[in-house]
């Protein structure tokens, strides 16, 4: 009986799967035909009501997510929007640009603390994302006292290959109900070059990298369970950007942590020492890894 339900179990697992998958590959007479049958609206699974009084200890740390790596790749292709590969495949800045933009997510901010005085709109977006520079041409124009059109600007514009790093916000905290350590994703931030030095040249572009704007995570959760990310060991069992960044598929390095110097980052006080940096990291990573084993040992 248990192996029988553990068999139906597993079918319903791959089933569903399937579904949220390229369903209807196979069968498609035209490639209009192909995905037809995807589920749609797919709503993230509920993290469900957590009571301040079964939080025995907690610590809110952020993370450097570094798509130079290749574990985080799925986060960075495809860097080009142009509908080639699949309609529904777009890096992750593509859909967090995209779901701010028809209003699909609403809470996005300058800074990691969410102050309500730091909101944005997508508006306010605009003069971090793209420069419009007068050209050789439209200068000699200009200095000659002749009308300048929009064809003699050179407009430069932060694309989802100029996205070199997320930044993310979350908060470990131990669960005295359940007995376990959680991890809660509160903010994502993509960090690209400032958009005044593209005209620069890549030397000047990489030792200017700006966070464009915070985004408060459990808004953009239902934008990205609707967003499948490629999966590079089976491309018929599709992942969603939410499931990834909730299960911490990526690598990252912390970079602060809240403290009482007014949160300073781990540069501040570990002055040019990349190695020393990275050790601070990994301690901060062991305190919180071991706060759970602690628990029982003692």
């Known amino acids: 009986m248990r192996k029988?339900?553990?068999?139906?179990?597993?079918?319903?697992?791959?089933?569903?799967?399937?579904?949220?998958?390229?369903?209807?590959?196979?069968?498609?007479?035209?490639?209009?035909?192909?995905?037809?049958?995807?589920?749609?609206?797919q709503r993230p699974i509920e993290y469900g009501y957590i009571d301040d009084r079964d939080i025995l200890w907690s610590k809110t740390i952020w993370e450097i997510i570094d798509l130079d790596e290749r574990i985080n790749f799925p986060y960075y292709y495809p860097t080009i929007n142009n509908g080639l590969l699949s309609d529904s495949r777009k890096s992750l800045f593509r859909i967090l640009y995209d779901s701010i933009e028809d209003g699909s997510i609403t809470e996005i901010y300058s800074s990691s603390y969410f102050n309500e005085n730091e909101k944005l709109t997508f508006a306010d977006l605009a003069e971090k994302l793209q420069m419009r520079n007068l050209s050789a041409e439209g200068i000699s124009k200009s200095n000659a006292g002749e009308q300048v059109t929009e064809d003699d600007y050179d407009i430069y514009t932060i694309q989802s290959d100029k996205v070199m790093q997320y930044l993310i916000k979350g908060t470990w905290y131990f669960n005295k109900r359940l007995g376990e350590l959680k991890y809660r994703l509160l903010g994502i931030a993509p960090v690209a070059p400032d958009v005044s030095t593209l005209s620069q040249g890549p030397e000047a572009m990489?030792?200017?990298?700006?966070?464009?704007?915070?985004?408060?995570?459990?808004?953009?959760?239902?934008?990205?369970?609707?967003?499948?990310?490629?999966?590079?060991?089976?491309?018929?069992?599709?992942?969603?950007?939410?499931?990834?960044?909730?299960?911490?598929?990526?690598?990252?390095?912390?970079?602060?942590?809240?403290?009482?110097?007014?949160?300073?980052?781990?540069k501040d006080y570990i002055y040019e020492d990349a190695l020393r940096q990275l050790l601070e990291s990994e301690k901060i990573k062991s305190v919180i890894r071991d706060f759970e084993q602690d628990m029982w040992n003692n």
């Open 4 to 41: 029988g339900f553990f068999i139906l179990l597993l079918v319903f697992i791959l089933q569903t799967n399937t579904v949220l998958a390229q369903s209807n590959l196979l069968n498609a007479k035209v490639p209009q035909e192909v995905g037809m049958q995807v589920a749609e609206n």
């Open 206 to 266: 990489k030792d200017a990298l700006v966070p464009l704007f915070w985004v408060w995570f459990p808004d953009a959760r239902e934008s990205l369970a609707n967003s499948n990310v490629f999966n590079n060991r089976n491309s018929s069992q599709a992942i969603t950007f939410d499931h990834m960044l909730n299960s911490r598929r990526f690598n990252s390095t912390i970079y602060k942590e809240e403290n009482v110097y007014e949160d300073r980052e781990v």
